[in-house]
């Protein structure tokens, strides 16, 4: 079982970026797909970004061009780069693996990941 913990939620002015990180610890995390997921107050958790183990990336179409998704394999570190950051960025984000090295073609899929964090609240003011 992998276990993961998110860090580097903050609020900030929109335009403003900021930077999350997703420790993993346990077994097979440098073999795992990783995501990122959010949720926002009221809504569903949503996919926003995915990368494998050759370092394929995925972004929801919200995201795509704002937000790189990237991971230190060695120190089993997933990191989510957010730049250009609007209101609806806003929620809570959670990071996630999955027990296969390749990532479902499709972002917006948390039933295919396995092990999630608690959460790191992002705030985007305006």
């Known amino acids: 079982q992998v276990q993961l913990e998110e860090s580097g939620g903050d609020s900030v002015q929109a335009g403003g970026s900021l930077r999350l990180s997703c420790t993993a610890s346990?077994?097979?995390?440098?073999?795992?797909?990783m995501g990122w997921f959010r949720q926002a107050p009221g809504k569903e958790r949503e996919g926003v970004a995915s990368?494998?183990?050759?370092?394929?990336?995925n972004y929801a179409d919200s995201v795509k061009g704002r937000f790189v998704i990237s991971r230190d394999k060695v120190k089993n570190i997933l990191f989510l780069q957010m730049d250009s950051l609007k209101p609806e960025d806003t929620a809570i984000y959670y990071c996630?693996?999955?027990?296969?090295?390749?990532?479902?073609?499709?972002?917006?899929?948390?039933?295919?990941?396995?092990?999630w964090g608690p959460g790191t609240q992002v705030t985007v003011f305006s």
């Open positions: 346990g077994v097979t995390s440098p073999t795992s797909c």
């Open positions: 996630a693996a999955r027990l296969d090295a390749v990532c479902p073609t499709v972002v917006d899929r948390p039933s295919a990941y396995n092990s």
């Open positions: 990368i494998d183990t050759s370092g394929i990336t």
